[in-house]
């Protein structure tokens, strides 16, 4: 390798390692591109609404470089068209976190948090999602539906949603509902595991429909088929001659009629003999074959019962990890939450309402921050508590001049709340709550402040006077 730049720290590699940081540039550029490959890979099939196999190319690239800042961001934006939304926060979180300049994240993450009631429609949406999961392991599926339904209004590519509410019309079997969610799903995500099952469950056992041929019409040749009605001859002459063409019948004699009865009766015993044997066993033959196909039958209903009993164990262990997994992402959509207000409570600081920032700071639970999130949460709140406690004892102070005691009080009791130890504001914070106290005539309320400020603060601007006014009213 000769003259090419480190990949870390930008210096000429004259060798495959380089000589300033010690970095195997060839190997980090493999692995670069090997990165990238699998990125153009998933954008690919992003491009093709093949989100599922997007995402599985997408993380190779990423468990490759962790740094590819392309592949995190379109990874973000497959799981926010995919109804993932938490997800997609998390993945530009970090994204924002590795490069801060120049990066699509950021735009992403400030649309968000400029948009509110897109976070709140995805929050109800998961609540919803959440109880209609709960309702399905309690066997509620009417009300599981209603939460279903309702989460999909709120969110419509919610995807996981789609494919539940899928599942629930297939074990019902209503297959018309189920194969427009599984088809609308399979638009957002061409690759979704689920839908692609639900869609062969659907239509695995319908048969190819036939086109049936209509009957042709051959012109002439199927006109020549046709006979025309013979014409009546014309009767000449005498009009009543074609009626007394008939022959009368003669009277039948009596051996005519036992010929006759003796034929009928022959014909009976041969009918008995020969022919109603033969249907009487075919008869029995079709009785035979209908029990038989009953009985094929039973054992078909059985097998497609047990079968629909192993769809339903697997549907149950599905329910499962869809539960787990909606924990999990709520537990996610929670620490972003908390992440954000950091975020806040930054650029309420920057903007000079260090008060503010820190009221944002006490709405966070530190343990779901992250190492730097909560670096940053000290340094906030290390610089904007004295800059509060200067603010609010300047309020306090106007309102005690103006004669204003409820308001003067409300913001130096919050001075010291926010007082820094061994500092002077603190103890003049107390002592000016003692006058108020003194005014109105709290004499025990006024010598606690004074005895406060006199014994925790040893050096404070006020003191000799919070000491004279403490022995006059002891």
């Given at each position: ?8 720290c930008d210096k000429i590699v004259h060798d495959e390692y380089c000589s300033a940081c010690g970095t195997n540039a060839a ?205 009546k001859p014309t009767v000449t002459g005498n009009p009543f001659a074609a009626r007394t063409q008939k022959p009368v019948a ?225």
């Amino acid at each position: 390798m000769k003259h090419t730049d480190c990949p870390k720290c930008d210096k000429i590699v004259h060798d495959e390692y380089c000589s300033a940081c010690g970095t195997n540039a060839a190997l980090h550029n493999m692995a670069q591109n090997m990165s990238n490959r699998y990125y153009n890979l998933g954008l690919k099939y992003a491009k093709q609404n093949n989100l599922s196999v997007a995402v599985k190319k997408l993380n190779t690239a990423l468990e490759v470089n962790k740094k590819n800042i392309d592949a995190r961001n379109l990874l973000g934006l497959c799981f926010y068209a995919r109804g993932q939304i938490g997800e997609a926060l998390r993945e530009w979180v970090i994204s924002s976190n590795y490069k801060e300049s120049d990066n699509a994240a950021k735009q992403y993450l400030n649309d968000f948090n400029n948009n509110l009631s897109a976070l709140e429609k995805y929050s109800e949406a998961l609540i919803k999602y959440n109880e209609a999961l709960t309702y399905m392991e309690q066997n509620s599926e009417d009300l599981a539906v209603i939460r279903l339904k309702r989460s999909v209004e709120l969110l419509p590519n919610f995807v996981d949603a789609l494919n539940l509410l899928a599942m629930h019309h297939l074990k019902i079997e209503d297959k018309a509902k189920a194969s427009a969610l599984v088809e609308r799903v399979l638009e957002i995500d061409k690759g979704n595991a689920f839908a692609k099952r639900y869609y062969f469950e659907i239509f695995q056992k319908n048969p190819s429909e036939k086109n049936s041929v209509a009957p042709r019409s051959f012109g002439r040749a199927n006109a020549s088929l046709q006979k025309s009605t013979p014409e009546k001859p014309t009767v000449t002459g005498n009009p009543f001659a074609a009626r007394t063409q008939k022959p009368v019948a003669k009277p039948k004699s009596l051996s005519s009629i036992v010929s006759v009865a003796s034929g009928m009766l022959v014909m009976f015993l041969f009918m008995y003999i020969l022919i109603i044997p033969g249907m009487m066993s075919d008869r029995d033959d079709r009785i035979g074959e209908l029990t038989t196909d009953i009985q094929n039958m039973q054992v078909s209903q059985s097998q497609s019962v047990a079968g629909l009993q192993q769809v339903i164990d697997a549907h149950q262990n599905e329910i499962t990890r869809l539960n787990e997994e909606a924990n999990r992402i709520t537990e996610e959509g929670i620490n972003m939450q908390h992440s954000m207000k950091v975020y806040d409570a930054q650029r309420l600081l920057d903007a000079g309402s260090p008060s503010q920032a820190l009221e944002i700071l006490q709405e966070i639970e530190v343990l779901r921050l992250t190492e730097t999130l909560v670096a940053q949460y000290a340094e906030i709140r290390l610089t904007a508590t004295p800059l509060a406690q200067q603010q609010y004892f300047a309020a306090g102070t106007q309102f005690f001049n103006q004669g204003n005691f409820a308001a003067a009080t409300e913001n130096l009791l919050q001075a010291v709340r926010h007082s820094v130890p061994n500092t002077s504001m603190g103890g003049d914070s107390l002592y000016w709550l003692g006058r108020i106290a003194q005014y109105e005539g709290n004499i025990p309320q006024a010598i606690e402040y004074y005895r406060n400020a006199v014994d925790n603060f040893p050096a404070f601007t006020r003191r000799w006077s919070a000491v004279q006014r403490l022995n006059n009213l002891s």
